[in-house]
T-cell receptor, first 111, second 113 residues
Framework: DAGVIQSPRHEVTEMGQEVTLRCKPI?????LFWYRQTMMRGLELLIY????????DSGMPEDRFSAKMPNASFSTLKIQPSEPRDSAVYFC?????????FGQGTRLTVV | GENVEQHPSTLSVQEGDSAVIKCTYS??????FPWYKQELGKRPQLIID?????GEKKDQRIAVTLNKTAKHFSLHITETQPEDSAVYFC????????????FGKGTKLSVKP
């Protein structure tokens, strides 16, 4: 298994543009998490899904952020419109009996 | 919801010394406590975990202890080596496939040769 796969690895975009981050979890894992990492705030849980259903999205900072999981093998995190303060590393993780396995992350820079 | 506090935020030790990182949690329903190591520019990786039915777990030079009554758990690294230098995160959650993990803010460990 290739592990959790995220794309793109790096994204540079202009303020106001829409950004879509993608994640393919490990096959067979029932839960998927989106985290954001910054120096100031550390690793923040944004949202998590269980069996493709969003369970807790209380960490999503604003309505500009949305996440979907249309099937067990794919999830997206969308930011529209993006702002410079959204610049961070976004990690996707999938869960096996409580053990979270992280993807490589997407480094997002909004200029 | 769960809140995890982690201390210290930075820790510098001499090679060969021990390092201890401490975390507290707030939700008594949490029963799963993993520790992750994140090297610069890389993803967090699980290094050890403990469930609430166990008070201590050891894996070579690393060990984790858990005090459920006091709601705190600690990571102990003995005989530290330069390659132990990284950011370490504790987390707490309900475990299982329906739980989520809330992370501490991280501890940057530097091991000086």
């Amino acid at each position: 298994d290739a592990g959790v796969i995220q794309s793109p690895r790096h994204e540079v975009t202009e303020m106001g543009q829409e950004v879509t981050l993608r994640c393919k979890p490990i096959s067979g894992h029932n839960s998927l998490f989106w985290y954001r990492q910054t120096m100031m705030r550390g690793l923040e849980l944004l949202i998590y899904f269980n069996n493709n259903v969003p369970i807790d999205d209380s960490g999503m900072p604003e309505d500009r952020f949305s996440a979907k999981m249309p099937n067990a093998s794919f999830s997206t995190l969308k930011i529209q419109p993006s702002e410079p303060r959204d610049s961070a590393v976004y990690f996707c993780a999938s869960d096996d009996r409580g053990k979270a396995f992280f993807g490589q992350g997407t480094r997002l820079t909004v200029v | 919801g769960e809140n995890v506090e982690q201390h210290p935020s930075t820790l510098s030790v001499q090679e060969g010394d021990s390092a201890v990182i401490k975390c507290t949690y707030s939700d008594s329903a949490s029963n799963y406590f993993p520790w992750y190591k994140q090297e610069l520019g890389k993803r967090p990786q699980l290094i050890i975990d403990i469930r609430s039915n166990v008070g201590e777990k050891k894996d070579q030079r690393i060990a984790v202890t858990l005090n459920k009554t006091a709601k705190h758990f600690s990571l102990h690294i003995t005989e530290t080596q330069p390659e132990d230098s990284a950011v370490y995160f504790c987390a707490a959650g309900e475990g299982g496939s329906q739980g989520n993990l809330i992370f501490g803010k991280g501890t940057k460990l530097s091991v000086k040769p």
